[in-house]
């Protein structure tokens, strides 16, 4: 390991980043840390809180009462204390039962309940703008040109219209509570046309800044999206935009250069200027609350594994595991296929070896996720058919809602876990399978196609999700790999989960924002895309 200052300027953001003592910290320490230079205005899809009345069959609401879901991991909970500290607001769609009965008449409310907060702005969407917003452009247009299946595009007459309204209703939302020293942070994919509604409604000393969780397309594939110029025109209102890795953000510099020609692209600082604004793009992979899924997975009993294990799997049997959304970005099927050609080419592994595949349907209202799980469950059910024998079945499913201490129990039992997507913006299921096994004894099977696979491809197993011969001969691998090796391998892992977890990932989002924000020009940055600065072991992708 190389010490910090070979490697960093001191102007890097990312120097705040490195640690020494290997184990990361805990989310509730990073967020105490998180530098947030102003009061903090982030707008999601989701909202952190949701009221909803318990009892849906009361007569009336007086008798009802009302529960609060509240965030229990990852960026939301990292968020939470970072609005508490700077007196911040959080925008979001309200879409819980009782959810506009507990705000005020701005459609706000304090949240966390019963204690000194920050400000949660509920918009109020109806069914046909969730529909066409969320259900309609969102996942049918930019979800699918993201992940570069412009074949399930579905460009409904009305879907952008409606996105650009609810865009302007968050936008709006914004210009509410904004004041001069405003760190704006916009969520995800939902709202590409926002940041530029913002920049232009907003203090111009104010910041706005973008993380974009999925993938950023090639210029030949982005060429199909419908409204394509309008999505880059509004994601340059912004002045940060980041991505999880360096690949992501070419595309979008080449996106601009070929779609917005009244835009300037300097490639080597990764700056964008658009109408006089400067938009600093960088590479930012985002990691998962590791020591909370080491801990959880400490306090799983190893002689009783979560229930789901128990009931289907005997103890002697060596288990691999699944855990994903039923999309087709994830790869099930070619998943189910590399297991259907590894128990034909090995069928001594028959009766000793079971696949759990945990799914949890997504977006079922779009026909094409309904087929997809549909197509699944029957590739489930077939091979099972298959080879099952006695009580034993190659493959165990479930649908089921697994409750988090349950997934970290399921997570340390896996002898082999499967992340085959065809593509993937990053992959948390892949950090947090490595955090919580905590015996050191698994190991990660993960699609060279993820985010996740340019920090842990080196010694994590890598596949081509559609080479189902050369997959299901992994598959074997791994099973065989001696202990010493899974140990050896599961160690650099499991060091580049924690020193690289959600605590970090938000240091080094506030620290680019902070040195926006202060006017420190990005040309101050030294931007060095062909590595990780926060990785010191990293290997480069191949
Ligand atoms: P997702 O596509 O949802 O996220 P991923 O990052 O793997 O993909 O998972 C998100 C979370 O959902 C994980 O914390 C996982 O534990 C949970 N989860 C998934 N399936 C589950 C199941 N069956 N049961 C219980 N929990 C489950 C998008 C992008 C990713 C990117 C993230 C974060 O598509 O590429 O990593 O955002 O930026």
Redesign the pocket.
């Known amino acids: 390991m190389r010490f910090p200052d070979e490697r960093l300027s001191l102007t890097n953001p990312y120097s705040r980043q490195l640690r020494c003592d290997g184990r990361g910290r805990t989310s509730d320490d990073a967020s105490d840390e998180a530098a947030c230079p102003g009061p903090l205005i982030v707008v999601s899809n989701r909202q952190p809180y949701r009221h909803e009345y318990d009892d849906a069959d009361a007569e009336d609401d007086t008798e009802r009462s009302v529960t609060v879901d509240e965030p229990t ?3 939301t909970a990292g968020l939470d204390p970072v609005c508490k500290r700077t007196d911040g607001t959080w925008i979001a769609w309200g879409d819980g039962s009782a959810d506009f009965d507990v705000t005020d008449d701005r459609n706000c409310v304090s949240v966390p309940p019963d204690s000194e907060g920050y400000t949660l702005h509920r918009l109020d969407l109806s069914e046909a703008a969730v529909d066409s917003y969320y259900r309609g452009f969102s996942n049918r247009v930019l979800w699918p040109i993201c992940h570069g299946f412009s074949d399930l595009l579905e460009d409904r007459p009305t879907d952008f219209e409606w996105y650009r309204t609810v865009n302007e209703r968050f936008a709006s939302a914004v210009a509410d509570h904004a004041t001069d020293d405003s760190v704006v942070w916009i969520q ?1 994919y939902h709202f590409a046309l926002a940041p530029r509604l913002v920049r232009d409604s907003i203090p111009p000393s104010a910041t706005v800044a973008q ?1 974009w ?3 950023w397309p090639a210029p030949e594939t982005f060429r199909d999206c419908p409204a394509g110029v309008d999505v880059l025109e509004g994601v340059l209102g912004n002045d940060l935009l980041g991505f ?1 890795v360096d690949r992501y953000v070419e595309n979008f510099l080449e996106c601009v250069q070929r779609y917005v020609p009244n835009a300037t692209v300097d490639r080597d600082q990764r700056l964008v200027r658009y109408e006089g604004e400067p938009t600093t793009v960088v590479a930012t992979p ?1 990691g ?1 609350d590791a020591a909370s899924f080491d801990r959880r997975a400490r306090a799983a009993d190893r002689r009783n594994p979560s229930a789901l294990l128990t009931d289907a799997v005997s103890e002697e049997t060596v288990v691999g595991l699944g ?3 039923l ?1 087709y ?2 790869g099930i099927p070619e998943r189910l296929a590399a297991l259907e050609r590894f128990f034909e080419r090995n069928p001594d592994w028959c009766g000793e070896f079971t696949f759990v595949q ?3 349907p997504s977006r079922t209202e779009i026909p094409t996720y309904e087929r997809y799980g549909e197509f699944v469950r029957n590739e489930v059910e077939r091979i099972n058919g298959r080879f099952e024998s006695g009580d034993w079945k190659p493959i165990v499913y479930t649908e089921e ?2 409750e988090p201490d349950d ?1 970290c129990a399921l997570y340390r039992q896996a002898d082999v876990m499967i992340v085959s997507p065809i593509i ?7 950090q ?1 399978y490595l955090a919580a096994s905590v015996d050191c004894d698994g190991a990660l099977l993960l699609s060279d196609r ?3 696979y340019e920090r842990l491809g080196s010694h994590a197993l890598g596949i081509d999700p559609t080479d189902t011969d050369a997959f299901a001969r992994r598959i074997a691998e791994s099973l065989s790999m001696p202990r010493h090796e899974r140990r050896r391998r599961m160690n650099t892992l499991r060091h580049r989960v924690f020193e690289n977890d959600i605590g970090s990932w938000m240091d080094s989002q506030f620290d680019w924002i902070q040195s926006i924000h202060e006017g420190s020009s990005s040309e101050a940055i030294d931007q060095d895309p062909d590595t990780d600065p926060d990785s010191p072991e990293y290997t480069p992708r191949v």
């Open positions: 991991g990852g960026l995800d993380f969780h999925i993938p999880h985002m998962v855990v994903d959304r999309d970005t994830k945990k799914a949890t809602y697994v997934l993937d913006g990053m992959n948390l299921v892949a947090e993820t985010g996740a």
